[in-house]
């Protein structure tokens, strides 16, 4: 037999083993648990999240179902990458609607300009429940804030669909241990030790495809709550707020009316990486109203079920 | 600009409440300006809002609003800091006994421990139970930071006999490096700045100690082997399968020869995929996908190996930290987790129990809750295992409670020379 002789042995950087563990974490859900799902908004953490999913199955097809909670206040350039995405893969593509969940009633209609980023919660954990899912892959990082610092990689959720950061499980080594009884799930975030910096690298090295909102283009935009908000159906600027057109990029992706954007000339990948290295305000600080309600803001939520 | 990987320090805090561990990582953390505008001043906001002083720098770790408000570290903190030189994963474990499970978990997959104790206090239990529990995960490089140096007026003389202690401690639990540096966390002294009241020490900051460190030492066992526990089985197009996992012990390469165990089949690899791309080696740490020669029936749980091969066992001796409400004892069931595979267990026997002051094994017949100890456990199927000091992975698991999934226990195969 013969057999190619052993290449010099690269030496392993940090995104590898980020990327290896992120892998190894994919793998270990998907074989402990029933019925996963990974979570998936269009946004740059999403999109890491699928492509690691996709190599961590290669060549087979994914063995999980895609899903976006869909707030209807998106930017339309993050729905077209979205949907190209998911066909790119060949990903099967569920989406839970904050809408239906207001038009059966379960929440209150904060109406066509209010914020919808807590409801998405109840439709979350209903989209959850509906489709038996016992394991759900979400995107987020421990440095984005600093209750998401303490969570684990395998978070459990009780029937209520609720966090309880005092009653964590051990997770120790690589040891993830994802069993729940009926009605119980998980959410596993295998880019839990990534940095912002990370993922920009990341994308940068794989030459992966984002949103056009990431990179810096001009748009109309006018300033409230210390944030350059889009204008468009979700952002009406009113009399006090004039509006003014920007060179903008955006830093993180959520809901139109309550992401900023920043003022920025990064149009590439490279020029992205420069500005983050020499940032002097979070990710969630410079762009998410969502963050600034309270101290506690995010543990809040997320002891509700939130992502 | 120019921006390079760098290697991966992995670094876990430990010692008693409030000697100052997440003080003095919120101090490394600003002092090394690894902290946004926006999260100085939510620091700020709260302490001024809880009273306590113009910047409380525990709440840069302590999030939750239960600890903020105790003023405790509940459960493990994950922080990010880069320095020119080398990146850190930076685990802020809390020191009260109740969370030994959450300091456990922080320090499991640390290269590094940062003690941080009272230098007016001492080495007191807490600090020697966290210094057993490191040495027993395998942590073999600590750096001690002698904290509050203020308030004994920066006392070589307190100093030293600390570092008597310590050093008498620290070898008998066979720490391979040991950094003891005198620090004053609150005020910034010997943490990343050198301290100008410490004039009589010349060593390390304790950011130089943890640059100059061994990095990766987690990753890296001392195993001759190779081993690779499969985790799924990926079919390839036109019928073939490949074995997925990570690697771990030492790298695998197309042409090795390679037993499938616990099948004991000897086969060769024939190709290395990682991604769905072919790859010669597969290095430690790496999520690779591997072909063999021959047609087996390998799936998750069965491992692949190269020599010095793994133990094959249905009786292992091992060492528990348990973390379960009600003690252990034997005849009891539980769920094992051991690499990719889980298998019903039974308590056989249980051969002691660990007194941290003394680091002796006294006679006892159950572990209680956050108590260390020695017992032998019958596994309903054949396990393949390393001992735990020659590999982290293959030597290391967790129990389940059948009836809640909760993880009630860490274990480890073998026991600890210092015992």
């Keep these: 037999m013969t057999v190619t002789p052993p290449s010099v042995s690269r030496k392993t950087d940090h995104l590898d083993l980020l990327e290896s563990h992120a892998i190894f974490i994919l793998r270990e859900v998907v074989a402990e648990c029933e019925r996963p799902v990974l979570l998936f908004s269009g946004g740059k953490d999403s999109a890491v999240l699928l492509h690691l999913a996709v190599k961590a199955f290669a060549p087979q097809q994914l063995p999980f179902p895609v899903m976006h909670i869909d707030t209807g206040q998106n930017f339309p350039e993050v729905i077209a990458f979205r949907d190209a995405t998911v066909e790119r893969t060949g990903a099967r593509l569920v989406v839970a609607k904050v809408q239906d969940t207001i038009d059966q009633g379960k929440v209150a209609d904060p109406g066509l300009m209010g914020s919808r980023n807590r409801l998405q919660t109840v439709t979350l954990l209903d989209a959850i429940n509906d489709n038996d899912f016992d394991a759900a892959f979400g995107g987020a990082r421990r440095d984005e804030d600093k209750a998401r610092a303490k969570e684990r990689i395998l978070s459990f959720r009780d029937v209520f669909g609720q966090w309880d950061p005092r009653q964590q499980r051990p997770e120790l080594w690589q040891l993830y241990q994802g069993k729940v009884n009926p009605g119980e799930h998980v959410r596993a975030f295998p880019l839990s030790d990534w940095t912002e910096l990370d993922v920009w690298q990341y994308i940068e090295r794989e030459q992966m495809e984002l949103p056009e909102i990431y990179f810096a283009h001009e748009r109309d935009v006018i300033m409230r709550d210390g944030m350059w908000l889009a204008v468009g159906p979700f952002v009406e600027p009113r009399d006090d707020e004039p509006v003014k057109r920007l060179t903008v990029r955006f830093r993180t992706v959520g809901d139109a009316n309550c992401t900023g954007a920043v003022l920025s000339n990064a149009a590439t990948l490279e020029e992205i990486i420069d500005e983050i290295v020499i940032a002097n305000v979070s990710e969630r600080g410079a762009t998410r109203a969502d963050d600034k309600f309270s101290e506690t803001a995010m543990e809040d939520r997320k002891r509700e079920g939130y992502f | ?419």
């Design chain 2, 1 to 419: 600009m120019d921006v390079i990987t760098k290697d991966l320090l992995r670094l876990a805090t430990i010692g008693s409440v409030d000697d100052g561990k997440s003080t003095l990582i919120g101090r490394l953390l600003v002092d090394t300006r690894q902290l946004f505008d926006d999260q100085m001043d939510a620091v700020a906001a709260a302490s001024e809002k809880r009273g306590v002083g113009d910047l409380d720098l525990s709440f840069v770790t302590d999030g939750l609003r239960a600890e903020r408000e105790q003023g405790i570290t509940i459960d493990v903190a994950y922080r990010y800091a880069t320095t020119p030189t080398r990146k850190f994963i930076i685990a802020d474990c809390p020191g009260h006994v109740q969370y030994t499970a959450n300091m456990a978990t922080g320090a499991s997959t640390a290269d590094l421990a940062l003690v941080v104790l009272d230098v007016a206090a001492g080495l007191k239990e807490q600090t020697r139970r966290h210094l057993c529990i490191a040495a027993l995960l395998g942590v073999r490089s600590i750096v001690v930071a002698v904290n509050k140096m203020d308030a004994v007026d920066w006392s070589q003389i307190a100093f030293q006999r600390v570092v008597d202690e310590i050093e008498t401690l620290s070898r008998r639990l066979g720490f391979k490096s040991v950094n003891v540096i005198p620090t004053s966390a609150l005020l910034g002294d010997n943490v990343v700045e050198t301290s100008t009241n410490l004039t009589w020490y010349q060593g390390p900051t304790v950011l130089e100690a943890l640059e100059a460190s061994e990095a990766g030492a987690w990753e890296h066992t001392n195993t001759q082997g190779a081993r690779l526990p499969i985790q799924w089985v990926l079919r390839q197009p036109g019928g073939g399968r490949t074995y997925a996992g990570m690697v771990c012990g030492d790298s695998l390469r197309v042409g090795d020869k390679v037993t499938l165990l616990p099948a004991n089949v000897e086969t060769t690899i024939t190709g290395i995929n990682f991604g769905g791309e072919p790859i010669d080696e597969a290095t430690v740490g790496l999520a690779a996908d591997i072909d063999l020669e021959d047609e087996t029936s390998a799936g998750r749980g069965d491992m692949i190996a190269t020599k010095p091969l793994p133990k094959m066992v249905n009786e292992i001796a091992t060492t528990i930290c348990w973390f379960g409400e009600k003690p252990l004892a034997v005849g009891q069931r539980l769920r094992m987790k051991h690499t990719t595979k889980v298998a019903p267990v039974r308590v056989k026997t249980i051969n002691g129990v660990i007194d941290i002051e003394r680091l002796d094994v006294d006679e006892s017949i159950s572990l209680g809750t956050n108590e260390i100890g020695l017992a032998t456990l019958q596994t309903a199927s054949l396990m393949v295992v390393d001992d735990y000091r020659s590999n982290r992975v293959t030597g290391s698991f967790v129990l389940i409670d059948e009836a809640t999934n909760a993880t009630v226990a860490a274990g480890m195969v073998g026991r600890a020379s210092f015992l």
